[in-house]
């Protein structure tokens, strides 16, 4: 992971730091998906070719499934803010860059804007909504309010779902680990100090609920 505003590699990965493999993953994913089980035949000699027009797509959003008409080329963020009113995901860079659109795909943090809606069929996509249902935030994100990790709020929900993420692999992290384990994701504002304070917190936090038997999502 990278050591400053995501410049600079992590340890044990050579010189890929997070956002790079974010951005691999999603070209990656779209490969596999696109090209569909079979890489033995042309997906439009086996039936498998879609579009250019709209096309039927089912996305399993926060556990519930919401039938779509999209054209392939509607990437998942576009499909969650603009069809679905989704909008905790946000558009701010739009190239796979400061990870404001981080979500959840199949538990894996991916940038939205790099990852077609077609290519999240048949996987889980969680968003920064299914943390706060209820009224009862997520540990990560009472946190980020104690710690006042936040200004203007446009890379918030993209941090708080990275450090989600994060934590589920880190459940004790340093701060340099937590410094880098957010290298993908970028603040305008500079409120990275507020940030790593509020993850080292929420771990504390998810430790003591998952010792005493507590369940976060």
Not at 3 to 32: H, I, M
Not at 59 to 82: C, F, K, M, Y
Not at 174 to 185: I, R
Request: charged share 25%; glycine share 12%.
């Amino acid at each position: 992971m990278k050591t400053k505003r995501g410049q600079g590699p992590e340890k044990g990965t050579g010189n890929v730091s997070r956002r790079d493999f974010l951005r691999g993953a999603g070209v990656a994913v779209s490969g596999t998906l696109l090209v569909g089980e079979s890489m033995a035949e042309p997906a439009e000699a086996s039936g498998q070719a879609r579009g250019p027009g709209e096309v039927p797509v089912t996305l399993r959003i926060n556990g519930e499934a919401r039938q779509l008409d999209l054209e392939p080329r509607v990437t998942l963020l576009d499909a969650l803010r603009d069809r679905l009113g989704i909008t905790g995901a946000k558009k701010v860079c739009d190239r796979a860059t400061c990870g404001a659109c981080t979500v959840l795909l199949d538990d894996e943090p991916v940038y939205a804007c790099t990852v077609l809606a077609i290519e999240a069929e048949g996987h889980n996509v969680t968003t920064i909504e299914h943390f706060s249902k209820g009224g009862q935030l997520h540990p990560v994100m009472k946190a980020f309010v104690d710690h006042d990790a936040q200004q203007c709020g446009f890379c918030t929900p993209g941090f708080v779902m990275a450090s989600i993420a994060f934590l589920k692999n880190h459940p004790n992290p340093s701060l340099e680990e937590v410094e880098k384990g957010l290298g993908g994701n970028l603040c305008r504002c500079g409120t990275y100090h507020g940030i790593r304070l509020a993850v080292l917190e929420a771990a504390k936090t998810m430790t003591a609920q998952d010792e005493g038997g507590s369940i976060h999502g």
